[in-house]
T-cell receptor
Framework: AQSVTQLGSHVSVSEGALVLLRCNYS??????LFWYVQYPNQGLQLLLK??????LVKGINGFEAEFKKSETSFHLTKPSAHMSDAAEYFC?????????????FGQGTTLQVKP | EPEVTQTPSHQVTQMGQEVILRCVPI?????FYWYRQILGQKVEFLVS????????KSEIFDDQFSVERPDGSNFTLKIRSTKLEDSAMYFC??????????FGPGTRLTVL
């Protein structure tokens, strides 16, 4: 069984500050991990994914995440927040061995960026 | 760039009515999914579909729900008798490589 926990349902940063959104996962098999972003009234857009290659993954819009197996974490970071980063962020896991590929999502973190 | 499309964008229905939500997945994808997101909550898996049959479904996906791929492009979710608690955003997705799922923009279902 798999699960995802996102620590902090709401994160507020100032424009230009570091963004850190936390995600911890639980998986009995090697996982694939994903971060999705959802802007208001829109669908889910893939930011980045980990698929057992490099542990530091770079995504779109300057975001990156590091897979740490020992900590079962996949935290999302961005060095400098921009006003346009304000959105809902979801961490998700799927089993690399899964033949269905279903995603299990975390509860989401709302990122607020203050001017 | 290919994308998943969904229609309608918003569906309002009366409790007890049947609704069909439509999706056109990316053309060369083989796995298809439905997820739902109740307002303010996380995205939940409903069902996956491969080779014209359900490959996995969640406990949410009860007898009131069904999925179909009626032709080579459309993928539909039917709710036979809607309940108030079915009000949610429904997302269709299809899979590319490495389980990377591409999501449609969603259909907001409102049950009155």
């Amino acid at each position: 069984a798999q699960s995802v926990t996102q620590l902090g349902s709401h994160v507020s940063v100032s424009e230009g500050a570091l963004v850190l959104l936390r995600c911890n996962y639980s998986s009995s098999v090697p996982p694939y991990l994903f971060w999705y972003v959802q802007y208001p009234n829109q669908g889910l857009q893939l930011l980045l994914k980990y698929t057992s290659a490099a542990t530091l993954v770079k995504g779109i819009n300057g975001f990156e995440a590091e897979f740490k197996k020992s900590e079962t974490s996949f935290h999302l970071t961005k060095p400098s927040a921009h006003m346009s980063d304000a959105a809902e962020y979801f961490c998700a896991v799927s089993a690399s061995s899964s033949n269905t590929g279903k995603l299990i999502f975390g509860q989401g973190t709302t990122l607020q960026v203050k001017p | 760039e290919p994308e998943v499309t969904q229609t309608p964008s918003h569906q309002v229905t009366q409790m007890g009515q049947e609704v069909i939500l439509r999706c056109v997945p990316i053309s060369n994808h083989l796995y298809f999914y439905w997820y739902r997101q109740i307002l303010g909550q996380k995205v939940e898996f409903l069902v996956s579909f491969y080779n014209n049959e359900i490959s996995e479904k969640s406990e949410i996906f009860d007898d009131q729900f069904s999925v179909e791929r009626p032709d080579g492009s459309n993928f539909t979710l039917k709710i036979r008798s809607t309940k108030l608690e079915d009000s949610a955003m429904y997302f269709c997705a299809s899979i590319g490589g490495y389980n990377e799922q591409f999501f449609g923009p969603g259909t907001r279902l409102t049950v009155l």
